[in-house]
């Protein structure tokens, strides 16, 4: 016998149920008459979209999810549906998979192991289940298990003594650089615990700074990956399960396709495309304006808006100042041009002269320092929002995650925005990218990779004239934001010195404040800056100590 499991790697809309409720049916009825899957498996928490935070605390939530439950309790038949949503049961709220079939809820588990980490919150919502969860699917014994459970052995070695001779896994576990590696050897290492095959369906698309990168995949008993979905593609994959009632391990599963791997750029890069695209499409944005400055992280962030949304829907402003080199302009204009978006030049020097007499008596008696300078930038960040204002396009920033750690950024400048795809890129990532995106076709000129970044707020200015080199920088920022590693650990490597340790430390210290007031962005590291790392603006806490 064949059991056929169809993988549906959706994307949800945080908070619309009835949406969200049609969705599941739609996939259900596609799964059962195009492809003629037995099984359907959507991802946790389909019902409400992933994660939905606070909507949990909302008094509607348990009639809303009654309701659709009800509803694919009416509309679906034929089709056994493995479905995540969240369930209040004698007072207590918990994170289910429910299986729906013919007109009846055959089964219904509780997640048990509730994170609560990172960017994970479960807790906080939610009551730990504690039974196994096993059903039979044309003779076959099913186990359901909810994301985290898989990441112990205690919830599939329950399920496993219950009699489960499948598992389904219903997942929302966002991207970050290391965690496709990490979820092939932790599925290898569960399935040879129990000698169960497992399917691992996952979410696909963008919350907020979230991202579900799909690739839903299914092992074998020995922990062998047989069956992978695409990378960022929503949609159903197959698999089917052979069931031979003569053999000790009965179901096996048929191999089928496997998307190929992505390397570090291509996955980051994809990554910030699918959240930028989702966020301004959910959100209902028109289109992007960003300031084009003939930079390398303007420029990245220019070609990820135009791969997100279209160029017809993304408009690039230069805003020249005394400082701007012809480089930059010449750069700019070739980059709007090669990808095709609306370009505008608009000179910010009577604006700038504006404030300056403005503020002349105040400043009366003081010598110029960063304050000119941040009235460059703020001034580009006025005109940038009048824009936006005025055309309902969405201000994209373009920091990335070097500058914004120690604090290489105005407040009301060039952070105002709505959004930033490179808030978790490292600088030395960003170069990375940039040569990565022009092998998919050109669109940003070699100069503007290989000179020296500068803010171009000063004559010659340079990054480097304030910062230690990226190279050095980003390996200290990725050691103490990521890796939690005190200066003196840090120190212990050999790698740095000790002044330029503890000077960049307390910079990513003190810019506490600067980062809470950040657009939000695409998180793609382990630790971004975001629902990752709290740390307090007030506090005493001395480095070294």
């Not at 498996?41 to 008094?59: A, H, I, N, Q, W």
């Not at 369906?201 to 907020?208: I, L, R």
């Not at 503007?448 to 200290?476: G, H």
Request: contains cysteine; proline residues 5%; glycine residues 8%.
């Amino acid at each position: 016998m064949t059991l056929r499991v169809a993988m549906a790697q959706l994307d949800m809309l945080v908070g619309d149920i009835a949406k969200n409720t049609q969705s599941v049916i739609d996939s259900a009825h596609k799964a059962r008459n195009n492809e003629q899957a037995d099984v359907i498996v959507f991802p946790e928490l389909t019902l409400t979209g992933y994660p939905p935070e606070d909507l949990l605390l909302r008094p509607s939530l348990d009639p809303r999810i009654e309701s659709a439950l009800q509803r694919i309790l009416d509309e679906v038949h034929d089709i056994y549906v493995v479905v995540g949503y969240p369930r209040r049961i004698d007072g207590e709220l918990f994170n289910c998979a429910g299986v729906i079939y013919q007109g009846a809820m055959l089964a219904e588990y509780a997640k048990q192991k509730l994170p609560n980490f990172l960017v994970f919150d479960d807790k906080r919502y939610f009551s730990e289940g504690r039974e196994a969860g096993i059903l039979d699917i044309k003779g076959v014994k099913v186990g359901l298990s909810i994301c985290e459970d898989i990441w112990h052995p205690e919830p599939i070695a329950q399920a496993k003594a219950a009699g489960a001779e499948l598992i389904l896994n219903l997942n929302a576990s966002p991207y970050h650089i290391e965690k496709m590696g990490e979820r092939e050897a932790l599925l290898h290492q569960r399935a040879t615990e129990v000698g169960v095959p497992i399917v691992y369906v996952n979410y696909m698309g963008a919350q907020d700074e979230l991202v579900y990168e799909g690739g839903s995949f299914v092992v074998n008993a020995k922990g062998e990956k047989v069956s992978q979905a695409p990378w960022f593609e929503s949609g159903l994959y197959c698999v089917d399960f052979i069931v031979d009632e003569t053999q000790p391990n009965k179901v096996e599963p048929v191999a089928g396709p496997i998307a190929p791997a992505l390397d570090v750029e291509a996955s980051v890069y994809q990554v910030m495309v699918l959240g930028l695209r989702d966020y301004i499409e959910k959100n209902r944005f028109k289109g992007i304006v960003l300031g084009l400055s003939g930079g390398i992280d303007s420029a990245l962030s220019l070609a990820v808006a135009v791969d997100a949304i279209g160029a017809d829907r993304v408009q690039a402003v230069m805003m020249p100042y005394t400082y701007t080199s012809s480089i930059s302009l010449h750069d700019a204009e070739e980059e709007a041009r090669l990808l095709g978006v609306k370009y505008s030049v608009l000179p910010i020097e009577s604006m700038v002269s504006a404030f300056s007499d403005v503020l002349a008596p105040e400043f009366e008696g003081l010598g110029k320092d960063t304050t000119e300078e941040n009235l460059q930038a703020r001034t580009r960040g006025v005109v940038l929002m009048a824009i936006s204002n005025k055309k309902g396009l969405m201000v994209l920033t373009t920091g990335n995650k070097s500058e914004m750690a120690v604090g290489y950024a105005t407040l009301y400048g060039d952070m105002v925005g709505g959004y930033s795809v490179l808030k978790d890129v490292f600088k030395t990532l960003v170069f990375k990218l940039c040569r990565y995106r022009n092998t998919l076709g050109y669109v940003i000129p070699e100069r503007v990779i290989t000179r020296p970044p500068s803010a171009e707020l000063a004559p010659d200015q340079k990054d480097e004239d304030s910062l230690p080199s990226y190279d050095v920088l980003d390996e200290i920022l990725r050691m103490y934001i990521e890796q939690d590693l005190s200066a003196e650990a840090i120190l212990a490597t050999n790698q740095f010195d000790r002044d330029t340790v503890y000077r960049v430390l307390r910079l990513v210290d003190v810019n506490e404040y600067k980062r809470r007031q950040a657009p939000t962005g695409v998180r793609v590291t382990g630790r971004g800056f975001g629902r990752d790392r709290r740390y307090p603006i007030t506090n005493g806490w001395h480095i070294g100590e």
